[in-house]
């Protein structure tokens, strides 16, 4: 907007006034030439004007689903009256799975036969146990057999007990028998607690051999096997039972001492069944074999050389009358000599 000056006063009026507000003076007519006030390139930079602020949108709130009132719910029916809640379908699943577990490993820890340690125990300590109670016979020893010899697995003697003539010999009493039939030797413990015994006929140090054995009748703790480097009286055994346990004694001067006690292994054929019985004594070393495996090896000094043989003792076990007999029969004997 121009700004108008009074001609006669000077000083600004408005620019449709006719008369001067300040002297009263008349304004028409007169050509009013407008001022302009210079203006400075930084007036703007450093003006004291306050430009206002746009106003900042403001968002509305985030409102979210709209809930019902608790006074809309009830507690439970079986909170109320006391009652356990029936498990869920998934809950009964997981039940179930654990206890299943559970009977599996009970199954497995029960019915799972135990493995025999295959390393070789030296310098044992054999333990003493009561006085050997057993009686044998005192029959002179039988002669030296006469098994045909060949080279079959190293071995220098071989016997099927198909000849009653090989030497093993026969042999009756009121508590023993011993007998060849049908391809193989019968031994038959008539006595409680007693032990039978017969002799192959060689004294030797080292020696490997092998026979099969089978209970074929008679309580299962009947015990049977081999006995070797037998010698005036003493001499080791290697037996087995029927109920699947094997063990290693050592009988000086009519007293036993246990090397290996009785051990149950799965090597064995439990029951009334065929079981392959190997002995191999070099030096010290002395290694037992069940149905061609190795399953104990010790190391034992007390007998050095002796005889080998089959044994045969009757053990007292309940649901057997006294009269039952141990009946064992043998088949397949091996015999070899090993060098020193």
Excluded at 147 to 171: C, I, L, P
């Amino acid at each position: 907007m121009q700004k108008v000056h009074c001609p006669s006063c000077g000083r600004e009026i408005r620019p449709d006034s006719d008369l001067c507000d300040y002297c009263k003076n008349p304004v028409t007519g007169q050509k009013q030439t407008p001022v302009v006030e210079p203006i400075s390139p930084y007036d703007d930079l450093f003006s004291d004007d306050v430009i206002p602020e746009k106003p900042k949108k403001v968002k509305p709130p985030i409102k979210g689903p709209e809930l019902p009132s608790d006074s809309d719910f009830s507690e439970p029916a079986y909170r109320k009256g006391g009652s356990v809640p029936v498990l869920a379908n998934r809950e009964i699943l997981f039940v179930a799975g654990i206890v299943s577990i559970v009977v599996i490993l009970l199954i497995a820890l029960f019915f799972l036969p135990t493995t025999p340690p295959s390393d070789v125990q030296s310098n044992m300590t054999p333990v003493e146990i009561a006085p050997e109670n057993t009686t044998t016979t005192t029959e002179p020893i039988t002669p030296v057999p006469t098994q045909k010899s060949t080279s079959e697995d190293g071995f220098s003697v071989f016997d099927n007990f198909s000849d009653k003539e090989s030497g093993w010999g026969s042999y009756e009493s009121d508590s023993f028998l011993r007998y060849y039939s049908s391809g193989e030797y019968h031994m038959i413990q008539k006595g409680e607690d007693l032990s039978d015994r017969v002799l192959f006929g060689k004294d030797v140090e080292n020696f490997v051999t092998n026979v099969d054995a089978r209970l074929d009748s008679g309580p299962l703790t009947g015990q049977y096997g081999i006995i070797f480097r037998f010698d005036n009286g003493n001499y080791y055994s290697f037996v087995i039972n029927g109920r699947g346990w094997y063990s290693v004694r050592k009988h000086i001067d009519g007293k036993i001492y246990e090397l290996i006690p009785l051990t149950e292994t799965y090597i064995l054929n439990k029951g009334y069944e065929t079981n392959k019985l190997g002995v191999k004594a070099e030096g010290n070393t002395l290694s037992m074999y069940i149905n061609g495996k190795m399953v104990r090896a010790i190391g034992d000094t007390s007998i050095s050389h002796g005889d080998v043989g089959f044994y045969v003792s009757r053990l007292a076990e309940q649901g057997f009358v006294k009269e039952q007999p141990v009946h064992v029969a043998f088949d397949n004997f091996k015999y070899g000599e090993l060098s020193s």
